[in-house]
């Protein structure tokens, strides 16, 4: 079947530290990859996407790299700050299976002055 | 992009009791989703739900206890019937639109039954 897999958390960094959240995924043919965010007490925000190997996506200074040799889409952004406080989500859809969305367990990002 | 409200934002229920969810979206779409987030726990997908169809519901989700409703493109109900404790939840409406394999969701309905 297909699934995600994410580090867990919570992570908590100091603010300007760079962040990597791991996101590993298992799929029966090529699914698209996505991060979604979810801020305290919000519903969740697509944060970026790929579609295809080795597409990068990015949005607000976060980016992911679609790496279907390791089958992995890490969130990555160079320098973090307090409002980047939220919990991360890794999901994947596959093509023609109505997209529906498989989500990771999610990764709490806590970030400090 | 879409822009997803739902109704209510969070409510209390008694043990037995059902409740229905709406979710108004702001622009005509083919499917959309329920989703359940349980406390400290990821998103689990109910069903989708196409309009003029009945809706498609996932492993260990049934019609009877999570009834849906898709009048039109641009609305939905997910009604929990016959709620307990462990239903507790923040239930959430998605639906497909712009470009292909986006989904948008709304701000969730925080669901605690006592």
């Known amino acids: 079947g297909n699934s995600v897999t994410q580090m867990e958390g919570p992570v908590t960094l100091s603010e300007e530290a760079f962040l990597t959240i791991n996101c590993t995924y298992t799929?029966?043919?090529?699914?698209?990859l996505f991060w979604y965010v979810q801020y305290p007490g919000e519903g969740l925000q697509l944060l970026l996407k790929a579609t295809k190997a080795d597409d990068k996506g990015s949005n607000k200074g976060f980016e992911a790299t679609y790496r279907k040799e390791t089958t992995s889409f890490h969130l990555e952004k160079g320098s973090v700050q307090v409002s980047d406080s939220a919990v991360y989500f890794c999901?994947?859809?596959?093509?023609?299976?109505?997209?529906?969305?498989?989500f990771g367990t999610g990764t709490q990002l806590k970030v400090e002055l | 992009s879409a822009v997803i409200s739902q109704k209510p934002s969070r409510d209390i229920c008694q043990r037995g009791t059902s409740l229905t969810i709406q979710c108004q979206v702001d622009s005509q779409v083919t499917m959309m989703f329920w989703y359940r987030q349980q406390p400290g726990q990821s998103l689990t997908l109910i069903a989708t739900?196409?309009?003029?169809?009945?809706?498609?519901?996932e492993s260990g989700f049934v019609i009877d206890k999570f009834p849906i409703s898709r009048p039109n493109l641009t609305f939905s109900t997910l009604t929990v019937s016959n709620m307990s404790p462990e239903d507790s939840s923040i239930y959430l409406c998605s639906v497909r639109a712009g470009e292909p394999y986006e989904q948008y969701f709304g701000p969730g309905t925080r669901l605690t039954v006592t």
């Open positions: 999901a994947l859809s596959l093509t023609g299976g109505g997209n529906k969305l498989t």
């Open positions: 799929a029966t043919g090529y699914p698209s």
């Open positions: 739900a196409n309009q003029g169809s009945e809706a498609t519901y």
